[in-house]
Each structure stands twice: as structure tokens, then as C-alpha cells.
């Protein structure tokens, strides 16, 4: 299924009562990956009072204070990414603490105001998630099944492999599009040809392709 994501890597700086906070925002695969952002951001700002975190991938979700009142830095941050149904997203915010206590409601404006502008600098967009399949294809069919493959749209042929009864042709292509190519393969070819769906390749490339 399509998700709605960010359309780019961004950051946000403001200062909150001398307290300087800078969000992060960025595209995850899973949680690892999220807290690995988490640690490359701290590694690059380890004098920070806290490097707070939140993040989504599809049903899973997850927020962190480091350090912060419960509730005042993770939490805000998450359900900016929930009211505006983002997935696959992290957001790690840094506090420098700049002397003046905050208060639970100005912390938590603070962390979910820059998460949120941080989103607005990354901007949005529409991922359809992809598939890698496999089409088996018996020789008389060769040109038939290329000649389709190359008119489907964004679909992407592999590197093909042969045997003593035919082809086997790979291809990456929208998760919610394998069903119909493998009706028009199957039309096209009296049922000739099989097309076996391997394992999942959701993640986009960094242009979001």
C-alpha cells in the first residue's frame, strides 16, 4: 500500500527562552535505523542537554524523552507524525539548555513546535511500495513477455536467466500493480508464463523513485 512520507532530509533550528532546539527529520526503513540517526546526531552535538527521538514505521512507533520530564519531547514529536499520518519518518530534537526552566507545556510546545517545522522544511510525499517478482517464461514467449514488460509502467527488468525450458526474467515493480501484470502476462501468453513474487523491496531510492 502507498504511505505519505518525507520528501527530504531537513533540519530546524529556533531558540525557546535561551534554550536552543534543532529537529531532525528523516526517512527510516525501521526502529534501528531511527536510533542510529539518533546516535549520528548526537555524535555531532555531544554537548547537548538531551537528544530526544521519535519515530514510525507502519504500526510501529515509538518515543523517547533522554532525560526530558516523561511525556514533554518524544511523545509531542510522535504525535506530530501521527496527526499527519507520516510513516516510515524519525525525528530526533536536540536541546541545548539555555538556563531558564521551560515547564512541562513549554517543553512540550517547544519539541512538537520544532518537529513540525522541521517537517515543513522536509515537504511531503507519496511512496507505492515495490516488489521484486520473477517472471518463468518458455522460449516461444520470449518476445511476447519483454515486449510487455517494457510498455508496464515503472516496472524494472533484471538481469534474465536461462534454462533447458525457458527464461526466467526479473522484475521490480509496484507492490499494487503485481496482480494486474500478471493477469495481462498470463492473457498474453495462453498461461504460458508464471510470475512469482519474491521477497519485498519497499524501501524508495534517495530521489524517491
Request: include cysteine.
Amino acid at each position: 500500500m502507498p504511505y505519505r512520507t518525507v520528501a527530504a532530509t531537513a533540519e530546524h533550528e529556533e531558540l525557546v527562552k535561551g534554550s536552543r532546539f534543532v529537529a531532525r527529520v528523516l526517512w527510516i526503513g525501521d526502529e534501528a535505523e531511527a536510533r542510529a540517526a539518533r546516535d549520528e546526531v548526537r555524535a555531532r552535538g555531544p554537548d547537548a542537554s538531551h537528544h530526544c527521538l521519535a519515530w514510525r514505521t507502519g504500526e510501529r512507533m515509538g518515543a523517547d524523552d533522554d532525560g526530558e520530564p516523561g511525556g514533554t519531547a518524544g511523545r509531542p514529536m510522535l504525535e506530530v507524525l501521527l496527526k499527519r499520518d507520516l510513516d516510515h519518518v524519525a525525528i530526533v530534537c536536540s536541546r541545548w539548555f539555555g538556563g531558564t526552566k521551560l515547564g512541562a507545556g513549554g517543553l512540550v510546545r517547544a519539541y512538537g513546535g520544532s518537529a513540525a517545522k522541521a517537517l515543513d522544511r522536509a515537504g511531503e510525499r507519496t511512496v507505492h511500495e515495490r516488489v521484486r517478482a520473477v517472471a518463468h517464461v518458455p522460449y516461444p514467449w520470449i518476445d511476447t513477455v519483454h515486449r510487455a514488460l517494457d510498455a508496464w509502467p515503472e516496472a524494472v527488468k533484471g538481469e534474465p536467466g536461462y534454462g533447458a525450458d525457458g527464461a526466467r526474467l526479473p522484475v521490480t515493480l509496484r507492490a499494487d500493480a503485481v496482480d494486474a501484470l500478471r493477469a495481462t502476462l498470463s492473457e498474453g501468453t495462453a498461461g504460458d508464463v508464471r510470475l512469482e513474487l519474491a521477497d519485498p523491496d519497499s524501501r524508495p531510492d534517495v530521489n524517491g523513485r
